[in-house]
Structures are given as C-alpha cells and as structure tokens.
C-alpha cells in the first residue's frame, strides 16, 4: 500500500536510504518532505506495517521533481520502485503538473529502464554530479509531460 509520508517515516526513510545509496539523505533533510513544507510532498510503500520504501517529490506550481526514490534491497526487483512512482505520477497530475523532472545515475540501468516505460525522456547530463568510490559520474536529466 502506498500512502502519505509522516513525520513518523523520517527515521525509516532515512535507514532505507542508507542501505541503498552512496549518498543518503539525512534524516532532517527528508523531514520537510515527509511534513510537506513548502510544496514539499513523500510517499511511503507500506507492507504488514513496515515501511519497505519511500518516494520524495517537490510540485512547484506545474513543475514536478522527483528528488528521491528509495526501497529494501530485499524488496527491490518486485515492482515496489514502479508502485511508488506511478502512484506520485497520478498525485502530481491530479495537483496541475504537467511536467516532471528527476536526475538519475548513468550506471543506474535499472532506474532508467523504469523512467523510460513509464515516458521520461533524456533532455542532457550533469558531468561528474555523483560522488562513487571510483570518482565520479555523470546525472542523466529526465523530464516527461502529460
């Protein structure tokens, strides 16, 4: 089940993302976004009462951006990323966006496949955005409209 974030997800949001990215968001860095500041808005997947992953996104007046997209490792490959997506693709619409961004690593193939099915299309790069073990690597910036 996918419902709204609440300031009771931000410890679980935040131990997620530790487990599954090179770089995870701190706990008072998600906050505003699992309180909804400012055009702020998080999606939680919830399995037997345990949060399993997270979306994170910012509306700003028709212009949607995913920030972050985050599940268990166990849990990953089951379509739980693709759940989470669709449902804040469907939110944003219904609040006015007619657009929507989001950045994703090149090495991410998994990512990209799931942002391309679902109609996000390449519109350029950031050079060297992310921090790896080896150095760096590029961001691939994706948008699709409605």
């Not at 997270?54 to 739980?80: K, R």
């Not at 193939?109 to 350029?124: H, N, S």
Request: aromatic letters at 8%.
């Amino acid at each position: 089940m996918v419902r709204p974030g609440a300031d009771a997800d931000v410890a679980v949001a935040a131990g997620i993302d530790a487990l599954v990215s090179d770089q995870p968001w701190q706990p008072d860095s998600l906050s505003r976004y699992f309180n909804h500041e400012s055009h702020c808005h998080a999606l939680v997947l919830e399995q037997s009462g345990d949060v399993w992953g997270f979306l994170i996104y910012v509306l700003v007046l028709d212009e949607a951006s995913v920030d972050n997209v985050a599940v268990l490792p166990e849990a990953q490959g089951m379509g739980y990323g693709r759940l989470l997506l669709d449902t804040a693709l469907q939110q944003m619409q219904a609040l006015g966006a007619v657009r929507c961004m989001l950045e994703v690593r090149e090495s991410n193939v998994a990512a990209r496949g799931l942002y391309e099915k679902r109609g996000f299309q390449l519109d350029g790069r950031r050079r060297d955005y992310y921090k790896t073990a080896e150095g760096r690597e590029d961001a691939l910036l994706m948008s699709r409209r409605w």
